[in-house]
């Protein structure tokens, strides 16, 4: 059975099948996204003053990964160029240039998550706190090692763009002397929580769109031998995904690097 | 037809154009196309963080302002990239009914921010 309108648009609405069906995924997605965004609106409004964090993410990786996903938006369209032009070696290029991109983004994304889950929060019996990066937590030694500095109020760790740029010092801690030992993991706090689940949900988008586009470049560019005007519109509906994804990417990045 | 449309390819090819696009797709005028919105995602980019790092200005100023350059950038994104600037109605019909909804859900945020039960009081 020959499925209607893969190729030619369809009369009553003017465009092919598969990319109704991709907009009204996208139109899903928009809503699926809304909701966590308004989440953040909730939470961020009800928060105490003061004690949003500011400066915690790493603002060179964040703006590096909106280049790369920007770029990848840039060679996911010309790959669907290169297909409608014909031109199918400049489309594998283009297609693989994309995969690389997404997957520079997952590593990049990765070593921000390690970053977080290795920063940690340290309650002192005597009130203070030690806040840095883990060097050392061998839990047969009394002691852990950090890379980072003491604070006398948990307030000071909030904003850290208002600060001086903190010298981190080794500081070695005896087991006896912490009361609680937490890292920057989404269980944390609000704005981490939020975070973790924005940013995880989009990288799972990422590893999704890589999926498709690997398969379009891999075993189902057979396709293009047969149908090329009906590959090409499976490369157009993927790319829409992929600028899609770009897309929440651009309201993430200000979300939770800038504000 | 099969063959027709292999012949209408092959010319297609010959002149760089695709047979069922509404519009001839140009591979040069994309390549420019492409790079000017590039460029432009770079500079709002930057905007956006020079705007976050402005000394006098309080954090309402700048979430407002930095949102306005994010919702510029997305429409590059969207209209350029997507096409959006040249769908069909099928399209922007579906589009709106998004656009309702997610001000609706919106809205709803706003709307439970100010919904307090009553005898609260504010410190």
């Known amino acids: 059975m020959e499925i209607p309108y893969v190729v030619q648009p369809r009369p009553d609405t003017g465009i092919y099948n598969a990319k109704v069906g991709i907009w009204l995924f996208l139109a899903s997605e928009v809503m699926l996204f809304g909701a966590l965004f308004?989440?953040?609106?909730?939470?961020?409004?009800?928060?105490?003053?003061?004690?949003?964090?500011?400066?915690?993410?790493?603002?060179t990786l964040g703006t590096i990964n909106t280049l790369v996903l920007a770029t990848s938006a840039i060679t996911t369209l010309l790959a669907w160029v290169a297909c409608k032009v014909r031109q199918f070696g400049k489309f594998k290029f283009f297609h693989a240039c994309t995969l690389l991109l997404a997957l520079a983004f997952l590593c990049i994304k990765s070593e921000e998550y390690r970053e977080h889950l290795t920063h940690y929060?340290?309650?002192?019996?005597?009130g203070r706190i030690a806040e840095g990066d883990m060097r050392e937590n061998n839990p047969q030694n009394d002691y852990v090692v950090i890379d980072g500095r003491y604070v006398?109020?948990?307030?000071?760790?909030?904003?850290?763009?208002?600060?001086?740029?903190?010298?981190?010092?080794?500081?070695?801690?005896?087991?006896?002397?912490?009361?609680?030992?937490?890292?920057?993991?989404?269980?944390?706090?609000?704005y981490l929580a939020l975070y973790f689940t924005l940013t995880g949900l989009h990288a799972l988008h990422v590893l999704g769109g890589s999926i498709v586009i690997g398969f379009l470049w891999g075993p189902g560019r057979k396709l293009w031998e047969t149908d090329p005007e009906h590959f090409t519109n499976r490369v157009e509906v993927s790319g829409l995904f992929w600028h899609f994804v770009?897309?929440?990417?651009?309201?993430?990045?200000?979300?939770?690097?800038?504000m | 037809m099969s063959e027709l449309k292999t012949?209408?390819?092959?010319?297609?090819?010959?002149?760089?154009?695709?047979?069922?696009?509404?519009?001839?797709?140009?591979?040069?005028?994309?390549?420019?196309?492409?790079?000017?919105?590039f460029l432009a995602v770079l500079?709002?980019?930057?905007?956006?963080?020079?705007?976050?790092?402005?000394?006098?200005?309080?954090?309402?100023?700048?979430?407002?302002?930095?949102?306005?350059?994010?919702?510029?950038?997305?429409?590059?994104?969207?209209?350029?990239?997507?096409?959006?600037?040249?769908?069909?109605?099928?399209?922007?019909?579906?589009?709106?009914?998004?656009?309702?909804?997610?001000?609706?859900?919106?809205g709803l945020t706003i709307y439970a921010m100010h919904d307090m039960p009553l005898g609260t009081t504010f410190h």
């Open chain 1, 152 to 190: 006398a109020d948990e307030k000071e760790l909030y904003d850290l763009r208002a600060q001086k740029d903190p010298k981190p010092e080794e500081i070695k801690i005896p087991r006896g002397q912490i009361k609680e030992m937490q890292n920057y993991g989404p269980w944390h706090n609000d």
């Open chain 2, 43 to 106: 500079c709002t980019t930057a905007l956006m963080i020079w705007i976050s790092f402005l000394p006098h200005y309080g954090w309402p100023a700048k979430v407002g302002l930095i949102l306005c350059v994010a919702c510029v950038n997305a429409f590059l994104v969207a209209g350029l990239l997507m096409h959006l600037l040249s769908e069909k109605k099928m399209i922007y019909t579906l589009l709106a009914f998004v656009a309702v909804f997610f001000a609706g859900l919106m």
């Open chain 2, 7 to 37: 012949v209408r390819q092959h010319n297609a090819q010959l002149v760089g154009e695709s047979e069922w696009h509404e519009h001839p797709v140009d591979y040069r005028s994309y390549l420019r196309r492409c790079l000017y919105v």
């Open chain 1, 121 to 126: 929060e340290i309650q002192l019996t005597d």
């Open chain 1, 246 to 258: 770009d897309l929440v990417w651009i309201f993430l990045f200000p979300v939770l690097y800038l």
């Open chain 1, 38 to 59: 308004s989440a953040y609106v909730l939470l961020r409004v009800g928060a105490v003053p003061g004690e949003w964090p500011h400066g915690w993410q790493n603002l």
